[in-house]
């Protein structure tokens, strides 16, 4: 079982900028996949980057990959969103997942709701214009 708690979110103007953190705790809480998605006000619960347990790679959303950064620092079992030149399209609750570790995992995996077994309570990110 893995304990996701996001922070960082907040009110903040356009152009503005974030530092999402998610802090994992649980016995293989250092060794699992770690992505971040949000849900913005009457939408559907979108995927917007991810890390795989080693640091190796990043997967992004195509409309967030320009200004969004992820990252993570297994020491302290947290994950980081970077997230430069905020727009008001940003706004929205961003989750923190988790999956634990696996002899295989599919890249595409990183990118679907389905592919993460642990999510956070969310942090709320709402931009001014």
């Known amino acids: 079982q893995v304990q996701l708690v996001e922070s960082g979110g907040g009110l903040v103007q356009a152009g503005g900028s974030l530092r999402l953190s998610c802090v994992a705790s649980?016995?293989?809480?250092?060794?699992?996949?770690m992505g971040w998605f949000r849900q913005a006000p009457g939408q559907e619960r979108e995927f917007v980057a991810a890390?795989?347990?080693?640091?190796?790679?990043?997967y992004y959303a195509d409309s967030v990959k320009d200004r969004f950064t992820i990252s993570r620092d297994n020491a302290k079992n947290t994950v980081y969103l970077q997230i430069n030149s905020l727009k008001p399209a940003d706004t929205a609750v961003y989750y923190c997942?988790?999956?634990?570790?696996?002899?295989?995992?599919?890249?595409?995996?990183?990118?679907?709701?389905?592919?993460?077994?642990?999510w956070g309570q969310g942090t709320q990110v709402t931009v001014s214009s």
């Open positions: 890390i795989p347990w080693s640091g190796d790679s990043r």
């Open positions: 997942a988790a999956d634990g570790p696996k002899s295989y995992r599919a890249a595409t995996s990183y990118y679907y709701q389905e592919g993460y077994s642990y």
């Open positions: 649980g016995r293989t809480a250092s060794r699992c996949e």
